[in-house]
Nanobody, 122 residues
Framework: QVQLVESGGGLVQPGGSLRLSCAAS????????IAWFRQAPGKEREGVSC?????????YYADSVKGRFTISRDNPKNTAYLQMNSLEPEDTAVYYC??????????????WGQGTQVTVSS
């Protein structure tokens, strides 16, 4: 059974950090480009970051998170990560990981995770 399972969300104060994990099962993660999306209450889902499956591992970030978030992947562990630093209340959302055969810019998702809640509040 194909699954993506996110973990690592929670409540953090502004300026704090969290690391989200995305564990894949039922397929080989290194064949896919991996993206993180988020959806805040009352807003549309937006792309946050994406890392390519190629050996160069190119990474892309939304302007709102550039310099604060870092995406990475550990192919032997079949897991991807999103390190989030200097968190702001505006980062509060449900975060989803996604796997795509097509390039990052396509945002054509083959598999979705179930989401993990991130809340940034004092």
């Amino acid at each position: 059974q194909v699954q993506l399972v996110e973990s690592g969300g929670g409540l953090v104060q502004p300026g704090g950090s969290l690391r989200l994990s995305c564990a894949a099962s039922g397929f080989t993660l290194d064949d896919y480009n991996i993206a993180w999306f988020r959806q805040a209450p009352g807003k549309e889902r937006e792309g946050v970051s994406c890392i390519s499956s190629s050996n160069d591992g190119n990474a892309y970030y939304a302007d709102s998170v550039k310099g604060r978030f870092t995406i990475s992947r550990d192919n032997p562990k079949n897991t991807a990560y999103l390190q989030m630093n200097s968190l702001e209340p505006e980062d509060t959302a449900v975060y989803y990981c996604a796997a795509m055969i097509l390039p990052c810019y396509s945002y054509q998702v083959n598999y979705w995770g179930q989401g993990t809640q991130v809340t940034v509040s004092s």
